[in-house]
């Protein structure tokens, strides 16, 4: 729900806050906070303070990030770190630690469809629950209440929720990020991996166009056989275009890539050995994103959302210079 920037005042806003900028706008971070360190070595400066203000915030809200807190700091000398800063008369806003424990976070799960990916199937078969089946999971988003229709993705079969226990105890609703098990009224086919979904549910694909951040010190490239883990459902995937790459300087796309590197955000299409139900993760961040694991060695490769993720970019202007 935040991330905090820090930037080192004698520099100013380098590549790497801009990166960092571009990765929070990418995971739709509601808020930022810039914590401009070692004011110390700058004499305290309010010009130097408002100067990188100014560029960061600017650069943020051309990402899509519209909620930017700039906040003067040294962590050496403790200066607005917990206490006001003697040295900083000149500004008049909260302290760190005091923007972190007033800004609002958090959103009311009840304004998004009810997700919930099944992790466990429970039958114990005894004498006690011979006919007994459950669904154990975390409720990814939204609400379930006893008598909701819902789906179960990626079959498409559609029931009723029949009954909700937690903590060994049956309840009425249950809301994210609980973890809970779900009974349905109809005895249907649902396994690990499957999405119970009330609402407006996704259709569920093979094909996946995704905006990605490149984690891992091997390349992505196109053409490579990876994992895709997607909430509790793990499947083989195939790399079958890399479709640009995003310069985080200028926000343009640098068509014809060949491959990813650490650190890279690009654009990829990927093509699933089952079908997924991904939601848009500008819609649902829980159910949109996903990671590409190496099959080899099982290391994190890359993460993925689902969809575009800057309303921004730019094409570039032209340069003259079956797995599954």
Not at 193 to 206: M, R
Request: glycine fraction near 8%; aromatic fraction near 4%.
């Amino acid at each position: 729900e935040l991330a905090i920037v820090l930037v080192d005042a004698r520099n100013g806003v380098v590549e790497q806050t801009r990166r960092h900028a571009a990765v929070a706008a990418l995971l739709r971070v509601p808020h930022v906070v810039l914590a401009v360190n070692k004011m110390d070595l700058v004499d305290y400066a309010e010009p130097v303070f408002a100067a990188i203000a100014e560029e960061f915030t600017a650069y943020a809200a051309s990402l899509g990030v519209r909620d930017v807190v700039s906040v003067p700091i040294s962590a050496l000398a403790g200066d607005n770190v917990v206490e006001p800063s003697a040295h900083m008369d000149w500004y008049g806003g909260p302290t760190l630690l005091e923007h972190l424990e007033t800004v609002p976070v958090g959103s009311d799960p009840g304004r998004q469809p009810a997700r919930f990916p099944v992790q466990y199937v429970i039958r114990p078969q005894t004498e006690e629950h011979p006919d007994y089946r459950g669904y154990a999971g975390q409720l990814a988003s939204g609400v379930l209440r006893v008598g909701d229709p819902v789906t179960v993705l990626p079959s498409g079969h559609t029931t009723t929720v029949a009954g909700i226990d937690a903590l060994g105890r049956e309840t009425d609703i249950a809301w994210a990020p609980q973890s809970v098990t779900v009974r349905l009224a109809e005895d249907i086919d649902v396994s690990r991996g499957d999405l119970i979904a009330a609402g407006a549910v996704p259709a569920p694909t093979k094909d996946i166009e995704a905006t990605v951040c490149h984690l891992g010190e091997r390349p992505l490239r196109t053409g490579d056989k990876v994992l895709l883990k997607h909430t509790t459902r793990t499947v083989r995937a195939l790399v079958r275009e890399i479709s640009y790459r995003i310069d985080v300087e200028t926000l343009e796309q640098r068509g014809e890539a060949t491959e990813l590197n650490v650190n890279d955000i690009g654009h990829v299409v990927l093509r699933t050995a089952e079908p997924l139900a991904l939601d848009d993760y500008t819609d649902n961040r829980r159910t949109g994103s996903f990671l590409l694991i190496d099959p080899a060695d099982g290391a994190t490769l890359t993460a993925g959302m689902a969809g575009e993720a800057f309303d921004t970019v730019r094409t570039a202007e032209p340069d003259e210079e079956d797995w599954v």
